[in-house]
């Protein structure tokens, strides 16, 4: 293969500063080759529309040396000197359903997915919606072995296909270099020269051989078959892989181990199956997901739903659910599962992401609590405290940052946590959320400030939106964790007291209902004034009557400044206390009774007094709706039913008036409508 050595010139990067310019510590090499090589087959689907699918083969095997240094001819005397044994291993990553590097061969070609893998380094993504933004992330691939990259590639362009094959070796010792030219950067691309039949020499630049045949025959050498029929995609082959190497940064400290590792450690097929898993759960092996699925396989054995580990299962479900509460799933029916919109007040709407989340016991996900098959050291984080939460964050391309249990403002603070008790929770980014200030959507403000290494979202003074979410999830956290003694000394047996009366029969009083209609609906409470810290929100029940067998409410609300909405929710009342849906599933273990069936905004009443008709049916089919500015989430117990709504980011000074259809599947349950405002959080 023709050779291009480039020079050292003037801002230039050495091949030895490049394999040092994302050295996250926190990361292991093949943690880090996982996520760069899905990154980029992900962002390079054909289609990115729902139920379509990606599909990416990690190889493993040996080749013969003397087979590859042939073909390398300027590399071929210093290759077999350094390298005399007659088999390595190599590691390929070859995925399908993607586009394939597709683009000239022209250096100035800015859309060139070619140039931006092989040629270019730093060159961030432009399309929206990718992981990568820097473009270093790809510096990854010369780390995992000698520094020796194999790209193949076929393509479709201008109505055929077309077969691309360089290879790019970067120095990353340059004590011991195996360029050994003057004024060499460490950098060589084999392939064709662009200028076939002109005096070339090994500065002239070099292009991607297409030659089926001739590509054909590399390809043996590692036992690998070119793409056919109408397959498009890309197959990145690192050979010299030292596995035992690579091993050893994915094990814990001799301190933290004691001569034991997790079996996960033992070998890379084990390893790249738990590395995928771990930061691509949400996407793999997930039809569910907004995209292009993942369908990732080690040797062609698929990581399929059923091959997942319950604790990254869980977690993709846990990402499904969070801004779809209508997700069921066999697997996650026995987990209590909470969900909750995340709110910042920078965000139109005011929400910014969802978290899904479930207090679990490491028996239930097949884990224990010894460090070398715990949840902590599944997730890479081999020092973490047990009971501490292990959180997780993700924006579009499903990719999971990192995971937090310590030190972080992601992490709350849970009283009486219990080492036989684990919270897990999955914050999913509102992707498509915009600014309020400007049209720029939150992917693309969060993909900016994620840094090179994609392993975390660094804050900004401007909006300080990253700091909002991450306290903003915490506190959501403690609020669903963080169990309350309430001043009413109830105890079980005592709620199945209060439980009793829905079920037996009871004489009908005049206190009962709010009409003559005798339909086993208590009064509806709560109606009235409230107020708050410096500023006042306003709830009232306007009217109510019996509908057939439901009951339809009318009720109006505003909210004061400081204050982001209201928060309606209906309760089951007996003759000596309520219950809520949470409390009535978990004791009866069947659906709660009450569900909210029509809801509809009638009308807005403006500052200066104006009412503006708006008859507005809020689709009940979703978790989340918008209305203007006003962003409507419905409350759904573990079960199903819809027992509250919230109204947030509600303009200061407005009232809104709103109608609801209540049924109820048990006649003599009686119940009450609550309400509570919630307050903005900075």
Known sequence: MDVQVLSLDRISESGESLITLVQDQALSTLDLLVRESLQNSLDASKDRSPKT???VDFITGNFKSRDLSSELNYL???LNARYPAIEYDFLAIRDSGTFGLTGTNLVSDDKSRLQSLVYHIGKKQSMEGSGGFWGMGKTTFYRVGIGLVVFYSRTFEEGEYCSKLAVAYVDGDMSNPLIVEDNSRGIAFFGQYD?????NTIRSPTVPITDVDRIERFLRTFGIESYDDDKTGTTIVIPYVNFKKLLNETKPSQKIAEGRNPTWCSSIESYLSISIQRWYAPRLANPEYDGSWLKASINGKPIGRDRMHPLFHLISDLYNISSDNSYTSEFLQDFDVKTAPIR??????SIAGYVGAALVSPSALGLTNEYYRNAYSMVGEYNATLSSPIITFCRKPGMLVRYV?????????????DDNKLLICVFKLASDRKIRDNDQSLEEYIRARER???????????YGIVERISKNTSEELSKMFNVTVKNDCRTRSTLSEIFSDFFLPKKITANTCCDTESTGLKKLMNSGKRKGSGSKSRFAIDSSYANGGSRKVYFSFSSGAGLEGIMVSVVAS?????????EWESEFKTIFPISIKNLVLNEVIVKNGKTIEKNEVIDLSTTIDSLEDCVVCLMRSSMGSIYGVSFQGCKAGFTYKCSMD??????????EVKYETLRCKK
Do not use: M, Y
């Open 53 to 55: 699918r990606v599909d």
């Open 76 to 78: 071929e005397n210093r």
């Open 195 to 199: 200028n076939e039949g002109t005096d």
């Open 344 to 349: 910042c007040k920078s965000i139109r709407g």
């Open 405 to 417: 249990t310590s030190n972080s403002s992601w992490v709350p603070r849970l009283k009486n946590s």
């Open 452 to 462: 090179a290494d994609h392993n975390n979202w660094e804050n900004e003074n401007t």
């Open 574 to 582: 007996g003759e000596r206390g309520s219950a809520d849906a949470s």
């Open 662 to 671: 209540l049924s109820c599947q048990i006649e003599s349950v009686s119940f």
